[in-house]
């Protein structure tokens, strides 16, 4: 484990990015999204496409979905929360290794977090049906904030509310936005695969570590003393 002494580079928090990262809600924002292309009486797409906008703003998705303009950007992002606040909890499952990492990270002492484009009061809900809400000390949602990933104000935000400093956090996210994030915000970042980004696209970035999924992280934490990074 990272050591604990005064040293601000000593690890003292985890930040996770929440969906494909400790869970999945994919059938929640297909259906979400293709729900306002439908209202807003534009073509469906296919869900692999649709799950690739996963963890952007609402705007970001439906520009990079539509390729229009700003103008109906609004329309979208309305369409889309109201099927999400039918669908969206009942339609997302926590990983099922996300319960045991918790437990192995938390008993060493580390404060843990969330910093998620998803609504907050949405993450929490799926949180305490599965009972975890109680091992996380700050949960940043979409709400929280002003500027969205891969802007770090949410990141900052949580590292500031656990009283820590940014380099003895570490982020760990599936995209990279989340990269992007960790990165902008001077935060160490781990990556895991459990998402739909390949490898290759975080070799790029700063990373101590890309994992397959969170099962890696408890032993990484074992066994790194400082943050190292991999990438160019």
Known sequence: MYPMDGDNRCLQAVIFDFDYTLADSSRGAVQ??????????????????????????????YLTLTGNQKERAGEFERLFIEHAEEVMIDLTSVFDWVPDVLRLISVAGLRLGIVSTKYRRRIEAILEREGLRDFFDVIIGGEDVSKHKPHPEGLLAAVQKLRVSSLSTLYVGDSVVDARVAESGSVPFVAVLSGVTPRSHFEIYPAIAILEDLRGLPALLQTSRSPQTTGN
């Open 32 to 61: 979400c999204i293709n729900f306002a292309l439908d209202r807003m009486g534009l073509p469906a797409v296919e869900g692999a496409l649709a799950c690739k906008t996963i963890g952007l703003s609402l705007e970001d998705t």
